[in-house]
């Protein structure tokens, strides 16, 4: 009962497996660190059934005046 082949796995991963020689050079750990966070989130959006872009713009747009200890609530599984 087990397929043959595991082509949807593949056509998931495909992007951070291109991207990864893409990312090997962030220009500093930092900038690494950052790109990690960003792309953890929007991932994290994507797997909570949001749209990645209309998430993030979302987000961005209510940042400014949302309350610091709030922050939370702008969670993808929030």
């Known amino acids: 009962h087990v397929p043959i ?5 593949e056509n998931q991963i495909r ?5 990864r020689s893409n990312w090997l050079f962030a220009g500093s750990l930092r900038a690494g660190q950052r790109a990690a ?3 953890s989130l929007l991932r994290s959006a994507q797997l909570n059934g949001h749209e990645p872009h209309a998430y993030l713009k979302d987000v961005l747009t209510r940042l400014p005046t949302h309350r610091a ?3 939370a609530t702008l969670l993808p599984h929030r």
């Open 69 to 71: 200890s709030d922050i």
């Open 5 to 9: 082949d595991n082509n949807w796995v």
């Open 37 to 39: 966070a960003i792309m």
């Open 15 to 19: 992007p951070w497996a291109i991207g």
